[in-house]
Nanobody, 127 residues
Framework: QLQLVESGGGLVQPGGSLRLSCAASGFTLGYYAFGWFRQAPGEEREGVACISSSGSSTNYADSVKGRFTISRDNAKNTVYLQMNSVKAEDTAVYYC????????????????????WGQGTQVTVSS
C-alpha cells in the first residue's frame, strides 16, 4: 500500500532555510511523479513544486521559483523540498503527493492529477 510520510517542518526565521523530506513506501518510485503542495489557514491548497518519475523534469509555482528546489533519491525512497530565503507567506502545512506515470518518464502531471497524499508537516516562518 502506497504510503507517504513528510518530515522536516518547523519554525524558521525569514530569510532562513529548511529541507522537507517525504519518505515513500509500498510502491516502486520509478513509476511515480511527486509533488509538494501547501495550505495556509483559510486558503486553498496550492501546488508548490513537482518532479517527474525520471527526475529530469521539474515545475514550480511562480511564488517559489528561484527559492525552492525539489529533488528525489529513488535509492532512499525519498523526495525532498529545499526551501531557501523563506518568507512569512511560506507559512503553511506542506503535503507530499504522488501520481503514477510511465516508468522513468519526463511527464509532469497537472496539479489536480495528484491522487495520493501524506499527512502534512507544518512550516512556520516567523521572527
Amino acid at each position: 500500500q502506497l504510503q507517504l510520510v513528510e518530515s522536516g517542518g518547523g519554525l524558521v526565521q525569514p530569510g532562513g532555510s529548511l529541507r522537507l523530506s517525504c519518505a515513500a513506501s509500498g510502491f516502486t518510485l520509478g513509476y511515480y511523479a511527486f509533488g509538494w503542495f501547501r495550505q495556509a489557514p483559510g486558503e486553498e491548497r496550492e501546488g508548490v513544486a513537482c518532479i517527474s518519475s525520471s527526475g529530469s523534469s521539474t515545475n514550480y509555482a511562480d511564488s517559489v521559483k528561484g527559492r525552492f528546489t525539489i529533488s528525489r533519491d529513488n535509492a532512499k525512497n525519498t523526495v525532498y523540498l529545499q526551501m531557501n530565503s523563506v518568507k512569512a507567506e511560506d507559512t503553511a502545512v506542506y503535503y507530499c503527493a504522488a501520481k503514477r506515470t510511465p516508468y522513468y518518464s519526463t511527464i509532469l502531471p497537472r496539479w489536480a492529477d495528484f491522487s495520493s497524499w501524506g499527512q502534512g508537516t507544518q512550516v512556520t516562518v516567523s521572527s
